[in-house]
Antibody, heavy 115, light 106 residues
Framework: EVQLVETGGGLVQPGKSLKLTCATS????????MHWVRQSPEKQLEWVAQ??????????YYAESVKGRFTISRDDSKSIVYLQINSLKEEDTAIYYC??????WGQGVMVTVSS | DIQMTQSPSFLSASVGDRVTINCKASQNINKYLNWYQQKLGEAPKRLIY???NLQTGIPSRFSGSGSGTDYTLTISSLQPEDFATYFC????????FGAGTKLELK
């Protein structure tokens, strides 16, 4: 069974940093292209970042809205994908999901940015 | 970037009705279009992938069609558990989601 579990969310002040973790199981993680997607309080879904597999040189891609502030990374030995979020803004407030190819999704983790 | 325009935003229907939801891409997405159902407090669940492929375990009353820039999700006979929000996702170039259709009980 495919499972993804996100952790690391919380309430943070603007300008601070946060690192989200997505632990996975049930599929061959080392071959998987992984994504982070967020859902705003208004329920709009927005793709945030992608990381490809080792065979693709771990290429990474970002939405324009987060480029330069967010970093996606992975640890194939642990089947984990990360999202480092720096210089948080109030508009980053959302539920953050990791997803494997749009098929498997985690339950999401809430990030609230507020002073 | 590819934009996705989903319609309608809200849909009121009754059990047994046939409903359609549409997504229009700003450019050809080569049938790389998925449909998702999301219920309150849950992650999106994939129903259809690559336009018309039914995800394992999803009832056959769900179907998808389309090509080029225009895609449709059809629910042939609404069941009580189908009242939820539906999203399209293009994955031809990264990901872009539609804004969602909230399907409500009339």
């Amino acid at each position: 069974e495919v499972q993804l579990v996100e952790t690391g969310g919380g309430l943070v002040q603007p300008g601070k940093s946060l690192k989200l973790t997505c632990a996975t199981s049930g599929f061959t993680f080392s071959n998987a292209w992984m994504h982070w997607v967020r859902q705003s309080p208004e329920k709009q879904l927005e793709w945030v970042a992608q990381i490809k597999a080792k065979s693709n040189n771990y290429a990474t891609y970002y939405a324009e809205s987060v480029k330069g502030r967010f970093t996606i990374s992975r640890d194939d030995s642990k089947s984990i994908v990360y999202l480092q979020i720096n210089s948080l803004k109030e508009e980053d407030t959302a539920i953050y999901y990791c997803t494997w190819g749009g098929y498997g999704w985690g339950q999401g983790v809430m990030v609230t940015v507020s002073s | 970037d590819i934009q996705m325009t989903q319609s309608p935003s809200f849909l009121s229907a009754s059990v047994g009705d046939r409903v359609t939801i549409n997504c229009k891409a700003s450019q050809n997405i080569n049938k790389y279009l998925n449909w998702y159902q999301q219920k309150l407090g849950e992650a999106p669940k994939r129903l259809i992938y690559n336009t018309n492929n039914l995800q394992t375990g999803i009832p056959s009353r769900f179907s998808g069609s389309g090509s080029g820039t225009d895609y449709t999700l059809t629910i042939s006979s609404l069941q009580p558990e189908d009242f939820a929000t539906y999203f399209c996702l293009q994955h031809n170039s990264f990901y872009t989601f539609g804004a969602g259709t909230k399907l409500e009980l009339k």
